[in-house]
């Protein structure tokens, strides 16, 4: 069994920062991939950002440059620093980790999401 937890989100005043967290447990060989998505009310959920194992991230265009992304192997946690929040960044986050529980499969796992609110 793997668990996911985020922690981190709120309310915050446009121009305002927040950092997410979220951290794997349980069954966990090692994680080949952990990132965001958010979903707005009335919105399909998007790719936020993405740290690859390897180093390698990725970011959707309307973050690049606003949030940051950090996956500490160690701790099989993933952190989203966003700075400069808008109104539009207001969503529920949900973390996601790609995990091998062995070393022949993996799987993708999520969180219960973390709501993230910026008031104008």
């Known amino acids: 069994q793997v668990q996911v937890a985020e922690s981190g989100g709120g309310l915050v005043q446009a121009g305002g920062s927040l950092r997410l967290s979220c951290a794997a447990s349980?069954?966990?060989?090692?994680?080949?991939?952990m990132g965001w998505f958010r979903q707005a009310p009335g919105k399909q959920r998007e790719l936020v950002a993405t740290?690859?194992?390897?180093?390698?991230?990725n970011y959707t265009d309307s973050v690049k440059g606003r949030f940051s992304i950090f996956l500490d192997n160690a701790k099989n946690t993933v952190y989203l620093q966003m700075n400069s929040l808008e109104p539009e960044d207001s969503a529920v986050y949900y973390c996601?980790?790609?995990?091998?529980?062995?070393?022949?499969?993996?799987?993708?796992?999520w969180g219960q999401g973390t709501q993230v609110t910026v008031s104008s």
């Open positions: 740290s690859i194992r390897n180093g390698s991230t």
């Open positions: 996601y980790a790609d995990v091998r529980s062995t070393p022949f499969r993996s799987r993708t796992h």
């Open positions: 349980g069954s966990i060989f090692t994680i080949d991939a």
